[in-house]
């Protein structure tokens, strides 16, 4: 049995892990600010059977405090740290970019350093395919040089990817960095496009289209991503950094129609341009966390959407 300490435990991804390794015995760990990115009442709901669980203790903690985040390690002396607290979302940062260096950049160090000091055996931090910028280079390998990000979030991850190499440099801190490439499925937060688009249909109003349709992503199933990352808690490394994708791309006209699929209804589409700091393609080379991890996605788009769809139908 591992201690693990989940930052972010309420949010999409946390909930999602904690619940998978305290289905198998471990000790979580969780700690979340629960700010008002969305409605903390949501991220609540997120957590709510792990409450009940005996594997599972909740710490309402900042990770910008930093004093209150040593005493909390101080108290629970995890063995491995999973590292998912931010502030997310490219669009958001273009208004508050100091709120998002703030919260990923000194909150991240924060980790950092009580990494240094309690010496958990590794920590396995969150990053971002938006750290490859606009790189039509496709598919994006880890090796890519990723020296101009076009977002202040974009920007923040990469700095976040900076800060965990220095702390492995100089104190041997084991960190696994994961880059995510649009991770969607149940309790996805509810401003990204599956969940907002779902709504929408369903409301039977328009769904904004930003561009042609003919951006494309990533999108990668929950299910997958929590395998990729499980296989890190499980296994330390010196210093990585893995792409976590599904190594398949999706246009954002594709994704319409999955969706209206899925939903059984059409859309109507409010067209729109493409807005600063959106790129054109994500395409995840997942080879290294093949080899690696043994990291095998297996939910196909329509497959996930159809799975996506349910869940949201029985949401109260």
């Not at 880890?142 to 220095?166: C, F, G, W």
């Not at 296989?231 to 792409?243: A, K, L, Q, R, S």
């Not at 994704?255 to 341009?273: Q, S």
């Not at 996605?297 to 949401?315: H, L």
Request: proline share 6%; with cysteine.
């Amino acid at each position: 049995m591992k201690r693990v300490l989940i930052t972010g435990v309420a949010g999409f991804i946390g909930s999602h892990l904690a619940e998978a390794l305290c289905g198998r015995g471990d000790a979580v760990i969780g700690l979340d600010a629960f700010n008002d990115y969305y409605d903390p009442a949501i991220k609540r709901r997120n957590i709510c059977t792990l409450m009940d669980s005996e594997f599972f203790q909740l710490f309402e903690q900042d990770i910008c405090d930093e004093a209150g985040l040593r005493a909390l390690f101080e108290e629970t002396r995890p063995d491995v740290v999973v590292h998912l607290a931010a502030r997310a979302g490219v669009r958001p940062s273009l208004e508050d970019p100091n709120l998002y260096h703030r919260v990923n950049v000194i909150g991240g160090q924060h980790i950092l350093d009580a990494c240094r000091e309690f010496k958990p055996s590794h920590l396995v931090f969150a990053s971002s395919s938006s750290v490859y910028g606009g790189s039509r280079d496709v598919p994006f390998r880890e090796t890519d040089p990723v020296m101009r990000p076009i977002s202040p979030y974009a920007a923040t991850k990469r700095m976040n990817e900076l800060q965990a190499h220095v702390y492995h440099h100089l104190y041997g801190i084991r960190v696994s960095m994961l880059r995510f490439f649009t991770v969607y499925g149940p309790r996805q937060r509810p401003d990204m496009a599956i969940h907002k688009f779902t709504k929408l249909l369903l409301d039977g109003r328009p769904i904004p289209m930003f561009g042609d349709g003919s951006t494309r992503r990533d999108y990668t199933y929950i299910d997958d991503i929590i395998q990729g990352v499980v296989h890190c808690v499980d296994t330390p490394f010196g210093y990585e950094i893995f792409n976590l994708g599904e190594s398949h791309t999706t246009s954002l006209a594709e994704l319409i129609t999955f969706i209206e699929k899925h939903t059984g209804k059409t859309a109507v589409i409010e067209r729109k341009p493409l807005q600063p700091g959106d790129v054109e393609i994500t395409y995840a080379d997942i080879a290294h966390a093949r080899e690696l991890l043994g990291y095998a996605p297996r939910f196909s788009m329509d497959e996930g959407i159809a799975r996506f769809v349910a869940w949201y139908k029985n949401q109260p």
